[in-house]
């Protein structure tokens, strides 16, 4: 190879938080095999060890990295978004995997309802403040390359609406409360955030990964425990197949803010009117600069 040959195009890279376990995990070895450069996240360093061995053994030479982080803190959210703004100067793909189902009700040191912190507060922190990365890295590609996924559930068809009013459900608390607005806030972020970004030409999506056999029924309160006992379960696999499809098939650049269950739309029950969606984004950033990241 002489000097005037070009260098091979750089590895596109994704950042998948709760790369450590379930679909998360199955998310970064797919890419990880298709070439990808992987950052990953996790909580537990033993999980997050053996999931760093599994994904690099799966590598065609992107290179694979986890780094350790509490998604329920803002400051530590903060903190991993200069981490990784520090390790890459290309974003190809933000995958807001990381999910918690409460037990009961927990408020962090920094004042928030722990599940609604972690399931919204920081995918919404996390991809403002990689913003910069990723309108970057669109600018020189094609319309819809750049792709931002958050792993919703059906969950947030169970309720009504998110009450715009109490977000976190502080006044009238129950776990399954906490979950399924945490997951309707995934929603509603995708739908919000890909209008915000449709002029960047990054495609925004949400997905229903339906119920899947991981560790992530391991926990939760004893009566939901129980009730999906009985339930069929997807394998990681299977649950995990809609988020790849979308971070890698051409089709999911080509429309933005969709919510979908088994590569199809999945349609949605809530209002998300233009005057709906500017408060919850308000409401959301409210709660963010609360803590004073």
């Known amino acids: 190879m002489n000097a005037s040959t070009s260098a091979a195009p750089a590895a596109p890279v994704a950042v998948v938080t709760g790369a450590?376990?379930?679909?998360?995990?199955?998310?970064?070895?797919?890419?990880?095999?298709?070439?990808?450069?992987?950052?990953?996240?996790?909580?537990?360093?033993?999980?997050?060890?053996?999931?760093?061995?599994e994904i690099r053994a799966a590598s065609t030479g992107g290179g694979v990295e986890l780094l350790r982080a509490d998604l329920s803190l803002m400051a530590d959210t903060a903190r991993l978004a200069q981490e990784i703004a520090a390790r890459t100067d290309r974003l190809d793909l933000l995958a807001n995997n990381a999910g918690y189902m409460p037990s009961e009700r927990v408020v962090t040191s920094e004042g928030l309802e722990e599940s609604f912190a972690a399931n919204h507060l920081a995918p919404f922190l996390l991809t403002e403040r990689l913003l910069p990365l990723l309108r970057r890295t669109a600018a020189g590609r094609p319309r819809g390359a750049v792709r931002v996924l958050m792993t919703a559930s059906d969950a947030g068809e169970m309720i009504p609406g998110l009450n715009l009013d109490d977000m976190q459900s502080l006044e009238n608390f129950s776990p399954g409360l906490a979950y399924c607005s945490g997951k309707l806030a995934n929603i509603m972020f995708a739908k919000a955030l890909g209008e915000r970004l449709e002029a960047d030409g990054i495609a925004v999506h949400a997905v229903h990964p339906g119920p899947v056999d991981s560790n992530f029924f391991s926990?939760?309160?004893?009566?939901?425990?129980?009730?999906?006992?009985?339930?069929?379960?997807f394998t990681e696999v299977e649950g995990a197949d809609t988020l790849i499809w979308l971070a890698t098939d051409p089709a999911?650049?080509?429309?933005?803010?969709?919510?979908?269950?088994?590569?199809?739309?999945r349609p949605r029950k809530t209002a998300e009117d233009a005057a709906t969606l500017a408060r919850f984004w308000e409401e959301s950033a409210r709660l963010v600069a609360g803590t004073g990241v």
């Open 20 to 53: 450590s376990s379930g679909i998360g995990k199955q998310l970064a070895k797919a890419l990880a095999a298709r070439g990808w450069r992987i950052i990953g996240t996790g909580r537990d360093a033993g999980r997050m060890a053996a999931a760093e061995a």
């Open 219 to 233: 926990r939760g309160p004893a009566d939901t425990l129980e009730r999906v006992k009985t339930l069929e379960k």
């Open 252 to 265: 999911g650049g080509e429309t933005t803010g969709g919510y979908w269950f088994q590569r199809q739309p």
